[in-house]
């Protein structure tokens, strides 16, 4: 498992920049989700998001606590966000993000890594 705590694990705030304006999609009158996760999931594979790092485990242990509780990333770390964003999008495939990546928790995750963007 990789140290989620160090800065150096992180993408680039290019890549979550990127990755953060899909909350925009949110605001539209009609949202196609099926189509944002696979544009997620292709920005993700492009972009090299958290690619590099395996966090597994913490998505064990502690990710699935933002799948059932989304509030919390209301004031989760960066490098949390980080990594729960790239294994869930590394390790599911279409179906299996619609399952379990409700439209709800994805626009929490979002919102929260909008925070960290630069304008």
Same mark, same amino acid.
């Given at each position: 498992?990789?140290?989620?705590?160090?800065?150096?694990? $992180?993408p680039?705030? =290019?890549?979550?920049?990127?990755i953060?304006i899909?909350r $925009?999609?949110?605001?539209?009158?009609?949202?196609?989700y099926?189509? $944002?996760?696979s544009s997620l999931k292709? =920005?993700?594979?492009e972009?090299?998001?958290?690619s590099k790092q395996?966090n597994?485990?913490?998505m064990r242990?502690? +990710?699935?606590?933002? $799948?059932?509780?989304?509030?919390?990333?209301d004031?989760?770390?960066?490098t949390? @966000?980080?990594v729960?964003l +790239?294994?869930?999008?590394?390790?599911?495939?279409?179906? *299996?993000?619609? *399952?379990k990546l409700?439209?709800?928790?994805?626009k929490c995750a979002?919102?929260? @890594?909008?925070?960290?963007?630069?304008h």
């Amino acid at each position: 498992m990789s140290d989620i705590h160090e800065l150096n694990s $992180l993408p680039s705030q =290019a890549a979550i920049d990127s990755i953060a304006i899909y909350r $925009l999609e949110f605001d539209k009158d009609t949202l196609n989700y099926p189509q $944002l996760l696979s544009s997620l999931k292709k =920005a993700c594979h492009e972009l090299n998001f958290m690619s590099k790092q395996n966090n597994k485990r913490w998505m064990r242990e502690k +990710g699935h606590d933002y $799948l059932n509780n989304p509030t919390l990333f209301d004031q989760t770390p960066l490098t949390y @966000l980080c990594v729960f964003l +790239g294994e869930i999008f590394k390790t599911y495939d279409l179906p *299996e993000l619609q *399952e379990k990546l409700t439209p709800q928790i994805l626009k929490c995750a979002l919102t929260r @890594l909008q925070v960290f963007r630069l304008h």
